[in-house]
T-cell receptor
Framework: NAGVTQTPKFQVLKTGQSMTLQCAQD?????MYWYRQDPGMGLRLIYY???????DKGEVPNGYNVSRLNKREFSLRLESAAPSQTSVYFC??????????????FGQGTRLTVV | AQSVTQLDSHVSVSEGTPVLLRCNYS??????LFWYVQHPNKGLQLLLK??????LVKGINGFEAEFKKSETSFHLTKPSAHMSDAAEYFC??????????FGQGTELSVKP
C-alpha cells in the first residue's frame, strides 16, 4: 500500500525555469492538498482540491498552478521558478465529509532549490 | 476564520520528565483536530486525532491530548519523555469543508 507518492524527491532549478511536481494517492480520498514548508512557518497551504474537478487557492498560491487530473492525481506547477520558491513541498490527501474529516496522509516531500 | 496557534516554538525537557505542547484553535464550526509529528528530514506522521467523540484522545507512543471546547485548546501531553520524541510537532485543525490548517510547529528537544 503506497499511500501518497510524490515525485521527484529532490530538484534544483534555475530562476525562470518551469517544472511540475507530481502527486498520486491510492486510498480513494476525495481531497488532496499541496503545502510548502519553510523554517519557522509551519506548513502553508498552496492549493487544495476538495473533490475531483475542483481546486481552490490556499494561503500562498501566487506563482503556482495545480491540476486535479483525476481522483488519484494532483499536480503542482511552477511556471517561472523564483528563489523565494525554494522550499520543501508536501502533497497530502484525506477523506472529508459533512460532519468530520479523517486524518491526512502525506507524501515524503520534494526538496526544491531555485538558484 | 479558522486558525491554529501553537503557543511555544520550542520546548526543551529532560528525558523522563513530562511533555506539554500547547495548541489553541479558532473555528466557527465543530472542528476535527490532529497532532502530527515530523522527525528531521522526514514526512509527517499522525500522532492522534479528535473527531467529536471522547474529549481525551490517546495516540501513539504514549501521547495524549485533551479537547477543551471552553478554552478552545487541544494540548498534547506525554507523562515521560524519551530521546526518540525529539522532533517537530504540528497541531492541525480541519473545519468541515476539507481544508487543513496547520499551526507553526513546536520543536521538542529532549536532554539526556
Amino acid at each position: 500500500n503506497a499511500g501518497v507518492t510524490q515525485t521527484p524527491k529532490f530538484q534544483v532549478l534555475k530562476t525562470g525555469q518551469s517544472m511540475t511536481l507530481q502527486c498520486a494517492q491510492d486510498m480513494n480520498h476525495n481531497s488532496m492538498y499541496w503545502y510548502r514548508q519553510d523554517p519557522g512557518m509551519g506548513l502553508r497551504l498552496i492549493y487544495y482540491s476538495a473533490s475531483e474537478g475542483t481546486t481552490d487557492k490556499g494561503e500562498v498560491p501566487n506563482g503556482y498552478n495545480v491540476s486535479r487530473l483525476n481522483k488519484r492525481e494532483f499536480s503542482l506547477r511552477l511556471e517561472s521558478a523564483a528563489p523565494s520558491q525554494t522550499s520543501v513541498y508536501f502533497c497530502a490527501s484525506s477523506e472529508w465529509g459533512v460532519n468530520q474529516n479523517t486524518e491526512a496522509f502525506f507524501g515524503q516531500g520534494t526538496r526544491l532549490t531555485v538558484v | 476564520a479558522q486558525s491554529v496557534t501553537q503557543l511555544d516554538s520550542h520546548v526543551s525537557v529532560s528525558e523522563g520528565t513530562p511533555v506539554l505542547l500547547r495548541c489553541n484553535y479558532s473555528s466557527s464550526y465543530s472542528p476535527s483536530l490532529f497532532w502530527y509529528v515530523q522527525h528531521p528530514n522526514k514526512g509527517l506522521q499522525l500522532l492522534l486525532k479528535y473527531t467529536s467523540a471522547a474529549t481525551l484522545v490517546k495516540g501513539i507512543n504514549g501521547f495524549e491530548a485533551e479537547f477543551k471546547k471552553s478554552e478552545t485548546s487541544f494540548h498534547l501531553t506525554k507523562p515521560s519523555a524519551h530521546m526518540s520524541d525529539a522532533a517537530e510537532y504540528f497541531c492541525v485543525v480541519t473545519p468541515t469543508g476539507g481544508k487543513l490548517i496547520f499551526g507553526q510547529g513546536t520543536e521538542l528537544s529532549v536532554k539526556p
